[in-house]
Protein backbone atom coordinates (compact mmCIF):
# COMPACT_ATOMS: atom_id res chain seq x y z
CA UNK A 1 0.00 0.00 0.00
CA UNK A 2 2.75 2.02 0.40
CA UNK A 3 4.25 1.67 -2.73
CA UNK A 4 1.06 2.99 -4.34
CA UNK A 5 1.36 6.07 -2.44
CA UNK A 6 4.52 6.93 -3.54
CA UNK A 7 3.20 6.48 -6.95
CA UNK A 8 0.53 8.11 -6.78
CA UNK A 9 2.36 11.80 -6.43
CA UNK A 10 4.60 10.96 -9.24
CA UNK A 11 1.07 10.25 -11.50
CA UNK A 12 -0.52 13.43 -10.59
CA UNK A 13 2.74 15.23 -11.24
CA UNK A 14 2.70 13.89 -15.01
CA UNK A 15 -0.54 14.62 -15.40
CA UNK A 16 -0.31 17.97 -14.06
CA UNK A 17 2.71 18.39 -16.70
CA UNK A 18 0.70 17.20 -19.58
CA UNK A 19 -2.17 19.30 -19.01
CA UNK A 20 0.29 22.42 -18.29
CA UNK A 21 1.93 21.60 -21.95
CA UNK A 22 -1.20 21.41 -23.13
CA UNK A 23 -2.61 24.92 -21.93
CA UNK A 24 1.02 26.41 -22.84
CA UNK A 25 0.29 25.91 -26.72
CA UNK A 26 -2.65 26.80 -26.57
CA UNK A 27 -2.03 30.24 -25.40
CA UNK A 28 0.68 29.99 -27.29
CA UNK A 29 -1.53 29.59 -30.62
CA UNK A 30 -3.84 32.61 -29.21
CA UNK A 31 -0.98 34.90 -28.91
CA UNK A 32 0.42 33.83 -32.70
CA UNK A 33 -2.77 35.83 -34.03
CA UNK A 34 -3.58 39.07 -33.62
CA UNK A 35 -6.61 40.34 -31.26
CA UNK A 36 -9.17 42.42 -33.50
CA UNK A 37 -11.94 43.90 -31.26
CA UNK A 38 -15.02 45.24 -32.49
CA UNK A 39 -15.64 47.73 -35.26
CA UNK A 40 -15.24 51.62 -33.33
CA UNK A 41 -13.96 53.19 -37.35
CA UNK A 42 -14.77 52.29 -40.36
CA UNK A 43 -12.25 53.11 -43.61
CA UNK A 44 -13.35 53.53 -47.09
CA UNK A 45 -11.49 52.17 -50.24
CA UNK A 46 -11.86 52.39 -53.75
CA UNK A 47 -9.69 49.80 -55.11
CA UNK A 48 -7.65 49.60 -52.70
CA UNK A 49 -6.57 53.14 -52.29
CA UNK A 50 -8.23 54.63 -48.62
CA UNK A 51 -10.53 57.20 -49.13
CA UNK A 52 -10.14 58.65 -45.59
CA UNK A 53 -9.36 62.78 -46.57
CA UNK A 54 -12.50 65.27 -45.30
CA UNK A 55 -14.05 67.21 -48.52
CA UNK A 56 -11.51 64.65 -51.37
CA UNK A 57 -13.60 63.32 -54.16
CA UNK A 58 -12.85 60.50 -55.98
CA UNK A 59 -12.55 61.16 -60.11
CA UNK A 60 -13.30 57.73 -61.94
CA UNK A 61 -13.18 57.60 -66.07
CA UNK A 62 -16.71 56.58 -67.12
CA UNK A 63 -16.26 53.57 -68.74
CA UNK A 64 -15.45 51.79 -64.88
CA UNK A 65 -16.72 50.43 -62.75
CA UNK A 66 -14.97 50.42 -59.26
CA UNK A 67 -15.13 48.24 -56.10
CA UNK A 68 -16.42 50.54 -52.59
CA UNK A 69 -14.89 48.58 -49.75
CA UNK A 70 -15.30 49.59 -46.55
CA UNK A 71 -12.99 47.86 -43.84
CA UNK A 72 -13.54 48.09 -39.95
CA UNK A 73 -10.74 49.53 -37.57
CA UNK A 74 -10.77 48.38 -34.26
CA UNK A 75 -10.04 50.75 -30.99
CA UNK A 76 -6.27 50.33 -31.87
CA UNK A 77 -6.56 51.36 -35.51
CA UNK A 78 -6.21 47.41 -36.74
CA UNK A 79 -8.11 46.75 -40.13
CA UNK A 80 -10.12 43.75 -40.20
CA UNK A 81 -12.65 44.26 -37.02
CA UNK A 82 -16.16 42.91 -37.70
CA UNK A 83 -19.43 44.03 -36.94
CA UNK A 84 -20.47 43.77 -33.17
CA UNK A 85 -23.40 40.89 -32.45
CA UNK A 86 -26.49 42.82 -33.10
CA UNK A 87 -24.92 45.70 -35.59
CA UNK A 88 -25.38 46.54 -38.39
CA UNK A 89 -24.05 48.54 -41.47
CA UNK A 90 -25.72 50.86 -44.20
CA UNK A 91 -23.93 51.95 -47.44
CA UNK A 92 -25.83 54.40 -49.98
CA UNK A 93 -25.57 56.81 -52.76
CA UNK A 94 -27.22 59.95 -52.45
CA UNK A 95 -28.25 60.45 -56.34
CA UNK A 96 -29.34 57.00 -58.07
CA UNK A 97 -29.36 59.11 -60.96
CA UNK A 98 -26.03 59.30 -60.94
CA UNK A 99 -24.47 56.46 -59.71
CA UNK A 100 -25.52 53.15 -57.63
CA UNK A 101 -24.05 50.33 -55.39
CA UNK A 102 -24.19 47.24 -55.93
CA UNK A 103 -23.26 44.94 -53.17
CA UNK A 104 -21.21 41.90 -53.34
CA UNK A 105 -23.21 38.58 -51.60
CA UNK A 106 -19.97 38.10 -48.95
CA UNK A 107 -18.13 41.60 -48.26
CA UNK A 108 -14.50 40.65 -50.75
CA UNK A 109 -11.12 41.57 -48.56
CA UNK A 110 -9.24 44.71 -49.17
CA UNK A 111 -6.51 44.45 -51.35
CA UNK A 112 -4.14 43.79 -48.61
CA UNK A 113 -6.01 40.38 -47.76
CA UNK A 114 -7.94 42.10 -44.89
CA UNK A 115 -11.53 41.20 -44.27
CA UNK A 116 -14.20 43.94 -45.08
CA UNK A 117 -17.53 44.45 -43.20
CA UNK A 118 -18.98 45.81 -46.95
CA UNK A 119 -18.21 45.87 -50.43
CA UNK A 120 -20.28 46.72 -53.57
CA UNK A 121 -19.16 47.70 -57.23
CA UNK A 122 -20.41 51.45 -58.04
CA UNK A 123 -21.98 51.62 -61.11
CA UNK A 124 -22.79 55.12 -62.58
CA UNK A 125 -25.74 55.56 -64.79
CA UNK A 126 -26.00 54.95 -68.63
CA UNK A 127 -24.58 56.70 -70.00
CA UNK A 128 -22.52 57.96 -67.37
CA UNK A 129 -23.41 61.59 -65.81
CA UNK A 130 -19.90 63.31 -65.89
CA UNK A 131 -18.28 66.22 -63.93
CA UNK A 132 -21.15 65.87 -61.43
CA UNK A 133 -20.18 64.53 -57.79
CA UNK A 134 -22.35 62.07 -55.84
CA UNK A 135 -21.67 61.26 -52.38
CA UNK A 136 -21.58 57.71 -51.18
CA UNK A 137 -22.24 57.38 -47.31
CA UNK A 138 -21.43 54.67 -45.03
CA UNK A 139 -23.02 54.43 -41.58
CA UNK A 140 -22.66 51.54 -38.80
CA UNK A 141 -25.26 51.43 -36.44
CA UNK A 142 -24.28 49.26 -33.01
CA UNK A 143 -26.96 46.75 -31.36
CA UNK A 144 -28.18 49.78 -28.57
CA UNK A 145 -29.06 52.00 -31.75
CA UNK A 146 -26.07 54.44 -31.54
CA UNK A 147 -25.05 55.77 -34.32
CA UNK A 148 -20.94 55.45 -35.26
CA UNK A 149 -19.17 58.70 -37.50
CA UNK A 150 -20.59 58.22 -40.72
CA UNK A 151 -17.52 57.95 -43.43
CA UNK A 152 -18.73 59.78 -47.09
CA UNK A 153 -17.10 60.44 -50.64
CA UNK A 154 -17.87 62.22 -53.24
CA UNK A 155 -17.18 60.48 -56.75
CA UNK A 156 -17.54 61.66 -60.12
CA UNK A 157 -17.19 60.36 -63.82
CA UNK A 158 -14.84 61.93 -66.36
CA UNK A 159 -14.82 61.43 -69.65
CA UNK A 160 -11.90 58.72 -70.92
CA UNK A 161 -11.17 55.46 -71.96
CA UNK A 162 -8.35 54.19 -69.26
CA UNK A 163 -9.74 52.96 -65.89
CA UNK A 164 -8.13 55.37 -63.34
CA UNK A 165 -8.36 57.02 -59.93
CA UNK A 166 -7.58 60.42 -59.03
CA UNK A 167 -7.71 62.29 -55.45
CA UNK A 168 -8.65 65.31 -55.59
CA UNK A 169 -8.66 67.52 -52.85
CA UNK A 170 -11.10 69.73 -52.01
Do not use: C
Request: zero cysteines; aromatic letters at 2%.
Amino acid sequence: MEETHKKDPLERIAVAVESLASSVAIIAAALSKPVIGPVVKIQLEIEGEIMAKAGAAVAIVDTANKRLIVVGLDSLGAKGAQLGTGASILVSSADLTIASLVPDASPVADPDGNPSIYSAVITPTTPPVTGKNVTLTAQVTNADGSQQNPMTIDVFWTPGTEASLELEEA
